[in-house]
């Protein structure tokens, strides 16, 4: 049975704090990558202690970068990931960085947005994505990971093309069904699908549509209450044999008890939704 989780931070990113860890008592999460100056041998040996304590699994490290802006569709285009070419040689390093942290702490995954990779196979940049995330892969293989893609600034075709390009096999996706009806790039259910023999973690969230899907942001909302179907989601996840966590993101870092609550509602409704599945 699929075991739930949720999106945590230590001091970076806006997953939930240890205090929420705590009170919900799930038994798995993903984190965000701590800063840069957090990722030390002891804060390492502190967090190892800190989640034996609590019973939690770490499933996948997150990367992150300074200068990342998600205030429109057009600023993710220039400021996301390892997509835009004055930062992509440090954040390259970043991330090597932090696939040896992620190792430290007893996990085998690693994961990050991308960014917005050009569409066109014969643009010059693309073949130079190709090969950093090829570089990145590649130090992921020597510490016995797999790099995972989230999902959603491409369709399911393009991240396919771009997974084939790239030619790894520890190169998977997490896939985020919320993320496809954000940027406007697809119905979630129909890319999973297409997306099943990559996907190897999972976000469990939920938006509604942009009136102008693909130009303007749609809208992230409690799990339940948008467009994603979550029911149908976790059967769908079921009919591709998927049997990682169930992740769930909330960021609304700005409402601390909102996200608590909701995300305690979240937990609730996956599991009587999961419970049904499997009877």
């Excluded at 959603?152 to 084939?164: N, P, R, Y």
């Amino acid at each position: 049975m699929n075991p739930i989780g949720v999106f945590a931070s230590v001091d970076a990113g806006l997953g939930v704090s240890w205090d929420v860890i705590k009170r919900i008592g799930v038994p798995t999460i993903q984190l965000h990558a701590p800063h840069q100056g957090s990722r030390t041998t002891a804060n390492i040996e502190r967090l190892r202690t800190q989640m034996k304590e609590m019973g939690v699994e770490v499933t996948a490290v997150f990367g992150g970068f300074e200068g990342e802006s998600y205030a429109d569709i057009p600023t993710v285009g220039r400021t996301i990931g390892l997509v835009p070419p004055t930062t992509r040689a440090s954040r390259l390093a970043e991330m090597i960085e932090i696939s040896d942290f992620t190792r430290g702490l007893g996990c085998d995954t690693v994961a990050l947005h991308i960014g917005v990779v050009p569409h066109d196979r014969n643009d010059p940049d693309r073949a130079r994505i190709v090969e950093v995330t090829q570089t990145l892969c590649d130090h992921c293989t020597a510490n016995d990971q797999y790099l995972h893609l989230e999902t959603g600034q491409e369709t399911a075709e393009d991240l396919i093309a771009f997974i084939h390009d790239c030619d790894r096999t520890n190169l998977r996706i997490n896939f985020d069904p919320a993320n496809m009806i954000l940027y406007g790039m697809g119905q979630p259910l129909d890319a999973l699908r297409q997306l099943a023999p990559w996907v190897r973690s999972v976000h469990c969230k939920d938006a509604t549509w942009s009136d102008q899907p693909g130009v303007t942001w749609g809208r992230e909302v409690p799990l339940g209450q948008g467009a994603v179907d979550i029911k149908a989601y976790l059967q769908t996840l079921r009919e591709i044999n998927y049997e990682g966590p169930l992740t769930i993101e909330r960021e609304i870092p700005e409402d601390p008890e909102r996200q608590f609550r909701e995300i305690g509602d979240a937990v609730r409704l996956l599991e009587r939704y999961r419970d049904e599945i499997a009877t």
